[in-house]
């Protein structure tokens, strides 16, 4: 597609279920990366891909947290047992490549809200 | 730790009124730098960006930006606003030893009152 989608736009989930956040990058970028904005907050990177694998996991701020990425397209970022800290706007953005000069194309993002 | 700041958290600006949005880093190392803004309801778009060259960086809608090395800034500036212009504005920084990673600077929220 011409732009980076996110699904759901919205999800409101109780405490303690899991959820699956989605990402289908633009066509043909090999790098993906999701960020995290919680309220009032700055973005805070959470993890990146380079095709299909994922060098730098070091922005999941825990085990509860996991993600996938499956022929060089679709990402999905898991959250089990939601806490309410977990609260924020999910962002997902491609590139071409991961050289510095590739610009991102950032997605609308996922609200999460749990309850 | 490598970080970008942005000390500026809300600003209030009649139009026409020019502005002048702070952002700085910590890091020795080079950097490429990035302006972001997110405007009510829309997805997060790049304003402008400076990866070498000339300091003085002009983007979209009248923004520019200037790379002063020895002050670590990036301050984003725009002679006279519109009521448009409200939104969120973001500074990032790409850290020459973290890949293409963006670390982001906490945002700025700018109101511009008709």
């Known amino acids: 597609g011409a732009g980076v989608s996110q699904s759901p736009s919205n999800k409101v989930t109780e405490k303690g279920k899991d959820v699956e956040l989605r990402c289908d990058p633009i066509?043909?970028?090999?790098?993906l990366y999701w960020y995290r904005q919680r309220l009032g907050q700055g973005l805070e990177f959470l993890i990146y891909f380079q095709g299909n694998s994922a060098p730098d996991k070091s922005g999941l701020p825990s085990d509860r947290f996991s993600a996938e990425r499956t022929g060089e397209s679709v990402s999905t970022l898991t959250i089990q047992r939601t806490q309410q800290e977990d609260s924020a706007v999910y962002l997902c953005a491609s590139s071409l490549f991961t050289g510095w000069d590739y610009g991102y194309t950032f997605g609308s993002g996922t609200r999460l809200t749990v309850v | 730790a490598q970080s970008v700041s942005q000390h500026n958290h809300h600003v209030i600006l009649s139009e026409a009124a020019s502005l002048e949005l702070g952002c700085n880093y910590s890091?020795?190392?080079?950097?490429?730098l990035f302006w972001y803004v997110q405007y009510p309801g829309q997805h997060l778009q790049l304003l402008l960006k400076?990866?070498?060259?000339?300091?003085l960086v002009k983007g979209i809608k009248g923004f520019e930006a200037e790379f002063i090395k020895s002050k670590f800034s990036f301050n984003l500036r725009k002679p006279s606003v519109q009521w448009s212009d409200t939104a969120e504005y973001f500074c990032a920084v790409i850290f020459n030893n973290a890949g293409n990673m963006l670390t982001f600077g906490g945002g700025t929220r700018l109101m511009v009152k008709p």
């Open positions: 400076y990866f070498s060259g000339d300091p």
């Open positions: 066509s043909g970028h090999t790098a």
């Open positions: 890091y020795g190392g080079t950097v490429n």
